[in-house]
Nanobody
Framework: QVQLVESGGGLVQAEGSLRLSCAASGPPFNSMSMGWFRRAPGKEREFVAASTWSSGSAIYADSVKGRFTISRDNAKNTVYLQMNSLKPEDTAVYYC????????????????WGQGTQVTVSS
């Protein structure tokens, strides 16, 4: 059973930074990919970033490329999303997700999800 717990959300001013954490537990993660998604009020859940656990090879949504960075700490079984130069349109609930296999931007390809953490960016 894969369990994911996000933390690190909060309120930040525009142009500020936040780092989200996703603590993972369960089977060995070497064959898994980890993703971050977000859902803004009134919108569908959308892809943000994903990375393979083993190599760290990452993909990003165009809207966050150059501002957000996904990384992981193997010793802590934790995945991070470093968010810089935040904009009000980044306001959303951010979710961590996991899947076996390669990275994917498709949310329906991730069977495991955390509960989400709120990020609010004020202008």
């Amino acid at each position: 059973q894969v369990q994911l717990v996000e933390s690190g959300g909060g309120l930040v001013q525009a142009e500020g930074s936040l780092r989200l954490s996703c603590a993972a537990s369960g089977p060995p993660f070497n064959s898994m990919s980890m993703g971050w998604f977000r859902r803004a009020p009134g919108k569908e859940r959308e892809f943000v970033a994903a990375s393979t656990w083993s190599s760290g090879s990452a993909i990003y949504a165009d809207s966050v490329k150059g501002r957000f960075t996904i990384s992981r700490d193997n010793a802590k079984n934790t995945v991070y999303l470093q968010m810089n130069s935040l904009k009000p349109e980044d306001t959303a609930v951010y979710y961590c997700a996991a899947r076996f296999g390669s990275t994917s931007w498709r949310r329906n390809e991730y069977p495991y999800w955390g509960q989400g953490t709120q990020v609010t960016v004020s202008s």
